[in-house]
C-alpha cells in the first residue's frame, strides 16, 4: 500500500467518524428537546415525592424552577439567605398555585457546614422527589485569581461545591429507601475548559460536573435519576456584568425558555445543557475547540467584556449628571 492510500483511508475513517458523531448527536438532541416536550409527567408520582428541595431559588434560574415545579404540582422547599426573598418567592406561588405547600429557610451557604443541621430538620418528615442543587456564585464582574480575599474564595467552594455534596447526603438516603427521586445539579458550559478570569468558578463547576455524573453511574438501577445541566447564558443576575448576555438573542436565554426547555430533559438526558441553542455551544466546545485556542479566547473575552460593561455604566452616570 502506497502512503497516498495509507492517508485517503485514515481521511476516510475521520470523516465517517464525525458524520457518526454528528448523527448522533442531531439524534439524541430530537430526543431530548423535542420528544421529550410532548411528555408531561406527573411528577410527584413520578419521582415518589411531593416535595421539590430549590437551592438558590429567590432568583434567576433556581426562581423559575420553584415556578415551574410549583405549576407541575409539587410542594416546594425554598432556600436562599434573604428573608424578604424568600417570603415574596413563597407568596408568588401561593397567588400563582393556591394548591400548593411551601416551606422556607433561610440559610446562607457561604457559611459552609454550620448550616445543614437547620435544613436537615426541614428535610425530616418530607418525601423529596426532587432535589435542585442550583445555588451557586460567580465574581461579578470576573477577576483574577489574585484579587480574590480569602473569604471569597471560600464561599465560592462552599456555595457551588459543598452544598452540593451536602444536600445531596441529606436527601438522597429517603429516595433510595423509596426508590424513587431526582437530582437535578446545575453545573454550567464554564466547566468544560479551564477560563482565565472565570478560574474558581469554572473549576467548581467542573467539579459538580463529575461528581454528578459519577453519582448518576454509581444510581443506575437504583430508580434515582440523577441530572447534570451545563447550561449556556440564562439572563440572571450573574450575567449582568456583560451587556450580551442581558438581553436574549440566539444563545442567551430568558430563565422561563431555559427552565422550560431544561425540566423537559429531566427523564431524557443525564447530561445536557438543557436547552438546544447552548447544545449546540457544548457540541462547538467539546467537538471543534481545542483547550488553549478556548482558553486564549476566553482570556482576549472576558476584559473586554467588562470594559464593555464599565464603559456603559460609565456612560449612563453621566447622562444622569
Ligand atoms: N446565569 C447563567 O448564565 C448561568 C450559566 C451557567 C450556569 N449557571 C448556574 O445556574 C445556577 C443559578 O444561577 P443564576 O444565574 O440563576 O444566579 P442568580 O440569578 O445570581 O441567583 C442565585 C440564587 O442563589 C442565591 N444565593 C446566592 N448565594 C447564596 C448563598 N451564599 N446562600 C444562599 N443563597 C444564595 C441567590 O440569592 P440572593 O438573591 O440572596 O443573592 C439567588 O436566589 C448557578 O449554579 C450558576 O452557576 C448560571
Not at 113 to 123: C, G, L, N, P
Not at 163 to 185: D, F, Y
Request: aromatic share 10%; proline share 3%; net charge positive.
Amino acid at each position: 500500500m502506497e502512503l497516498q492510500d495509507v492517508l485517503t483511508f485514515l481521511g476516510l475513517v475521520w470523516v465517517a467518524r464525525w458524520v457518526l458523531y454528528i448523527v448522533l448527536d442531531v439524534v439524541a438532541a430530537l430526543r431530548k428537546f423535542v420528544l421529550a416536550r410532548l411528555s408531561n409527567d406527573n411528577l410527584p408520582i413520578k419521582y415518589g415525592g411531593k416535595w421539590a428541595v430549590v437551592t438558590g431559588c429567590t432568583d434567576g434560574i433556581g426562581k423559575e424552577y420553584a415556578r415551574q415545579l410549583a405549576q407541575r404540582g409539587m410542594n416546594i422547599l425554598l432556600i436562599a439567605r434573604n428573608k424578604d426573598k424568600l417570603n415574596n418567592v413563597k407568596q408568588l406561588i401561593r397567588e400563582e398555585w393556591p394548591g400548593v405547600e411551601t416551606e422556607i429557610v433561610q440559610v446562607d451557604f457561604s457559611h459552609g457546614r454550620v448550616i445543614y443541621q437547620d435544613i436537615a430538620r426541614h428535610v425530616e418528615g418530607k418525601n423529596i422527589g426532587i432535589l435542585v442543587n442550583n445555588v451557586g456564585m460567580v465574581s461579578v464582574p470576573p477577576k483574577k485569581f489574585v484579587e480574590f480575599r480569602e473569604d471569597e474564595a471560600w464561599s465560592h467552594i462552599n456555595v457551588n461545591v459543598a452544598s452540593v455534596v451536602a444536600m445531596t447526603q441529606l436527601v438522597l438516603p429517603g429516595m433510595l429507601a423509596r426508590g424513587r427521586g431526582a437530582i437535578i445539579n446545575v453545573a454550567s458550559l464554564a466547566s468544560s475548559y479551564p477560563m482565565p478570569y472565570l478560574g474558581i468558578y469554572s473549576a467548581t463547576k467542573a467539579f459538580v460536573d463529575f461528581f454528578s455524573e459519577s453519582l448518576s453511574w454509581e444510581l443506575r438501577g437504583s430508580g434515582i435519576t440523577v441530572q447534570t445541566l451545563r447550561p449556556g447564558a440564562v439572563i440572571t443576575h450573574m450575567t449582568s456584568y456583560a451587556e450580551q448576555m442581558s438581553k436574549p438573542s440566539f444563545f442567551v436565554a430568558t430563565t422561563k425558555t431555559y427552565v422550560t426547555s431544561a425540566l423537559a430533559t429531566l427523564s431524557h438526558s443525564g447530561r445536557t445543557s438543557g436547552y438546544w441553542p447552548h447544545g449546540l455551544q457544548e457540541f462547538l466546545i467539546d467537538e471543534i475547540f481545542n483547550r488553549r485556542f478556548y482558553m486564549y479566547m476566553i482570556e482576549w473575552l472576558v476584559p473586554s467584556l467588562i470594559k464593555a460593561e464599565l464603559k456603559r455604566v460609565a456612560e449612563e452616570q453621566a447622562k444622569k449628571k
